[in-house]
């Protein structure tokens, strides 16, 4: 059972349990996840591979016919509701795809098999299945969360609340999505539950390159309690030539440091390939581990993983022909020496052989190199902000927009006309309700920080002008006036 309320005064619990999120977070760090059921032989083995399954829909005003006044519902109930158009005929199957690993995993079990999935479910999500009634898909998510005769077999992973991307979400408004996911996290499944989370998973994959943000974003995982975070190959670089990681199977470590010469660092699992669903929906990684052999790592022989994440129910293949491809490669790979494991356990097994994040090679944000051979780290924010200038002039390529999943999408250009209210709404709670200090135990700090943080979701960015886009600016006007009426 949980120990905190999931839902109160009609709003996701998303803060004022902060000390109990953080025991939660430090309590488990150190427990195994390596032994036990399902263990598998590390020594023995010549590759593994690892999948994860990204879920996500957004909060919508659109519980009603005038958008100034509809309620705040989720998009899948929106679907579900009005499969009369365009793609909405989908919703029945979205829903069964965010139920079915609660199925297929302890079927497996039972089996006498060894399956590994690693989730990330966001927040908008998880609150929306709620509201439209859909607890049938959270009860079958504890099953496989809670229970101990398949938890460790599946791997949560976290996730900013709102689905906010990081390179262009305020730095104070992105923690607050950070512990805001743990705590309604929590709230469902229990803290223990949440103690079992070590791993973050960013939306989009869009990882800061500006220094200064970049840290921000890696010292929030950290003091969060986060162990390692999940980053696309052609995000990051390596410092000392500006080359995308040479040996992508294995860990890395993520080091960002600002104008003013601190430095943050993390362990970066890096996925590999591009976005398309189909990688994940027919298991194409564990076909490429299959093809490789151990590699030598700090002087000692490791097998390597491949790891891969995809929308989880997003396309044809992942939604009809993700389960049986699923089922076959774990029947077929339970037992033999390229197995499915999840990166926290493949992470524990490393660290029993000695090898410590120091031994990691490093990386850094694309296009970090370009910075620091203009300048050094403690030059300030001033001289940054020169070099980042000089560097947009003398060649068009250069951007301080980040990287995401395919590397080709600005999360700032063209949205200026929903950029601007985020950033107002953003400004507002930052004055009435962090420089006084508000209490965030209380209604009116949740039911702000719900409307800011719904507000900031990628979705807005995502699918161009147009509908997205009125609601995104709806939503942040009402998270305005919440703001002015209720801190008045």
Known sequence: MSELAEIIQGVPNVAGAEEQVARAMAADATKGLSGGAGAVDFGQIRAACAIALHMHQPLIPAGGGDLKTAAIIGNLQYMMEHQDIGDNHNAPVFAWCYKRMGELIPQLIHEGKSPRVMLEYSGTLLYGLRQMGRDDVLDALKGITCNPDYLWAVEWLGMPWGHPVAPSTPVQDYRLHVRAWQQHFAAIFGLPALGRVRGFSPAEMALPNHPDVAYEFVRTLRDCGYQWVLVQEHSVEHPENGWHPQRPHLPHRLVCT?????????????????SDTKLVAQMQP???????????????????????????????????EFPGKYMEVVRGASGS????????????????????????????????????????PGDGPERLAAVIEELKASDHRFHMDGGSWTNNLSWVQGYDNVLGPMEEASALFNEKVLVPGVPSNEHRFRNALFHLMSSQTSCYRYWGQGLWTDYGREICRRTAEILRHDFA
Not at 258 to 274: F, L, P, R, Y
Not at 287 to 302: I, N, Q
């Open 286 to 320: 564990w076909y490429e581990a299959s093809g490789l052999h151990r590699w030598d790592l700090a002087g000692k022989s490791v097998p390597p993983l491949v790891t891969q994440i995809a929308d989880g129910e997003n396309g044809g293949v992942m939604m009809n």
């Open 258 to 274: 600002n104008s003013e010469g601190e430095s943050a660092s993390i362990i970066a699992i890096v996925k590999t390939q591009g």
């Open 337 to 376: 020496d390229v197995p499915l494991m999840n990166v926290s356990e493949y992470l524990e097994y490393l660290a029993g052989m000695g090898i410590t994040e120091a031994d990691l090679p490093v990386i850094q944000p694309l296009l970090q190199h370009k910075l620091w051979e203009r300048m050094a």
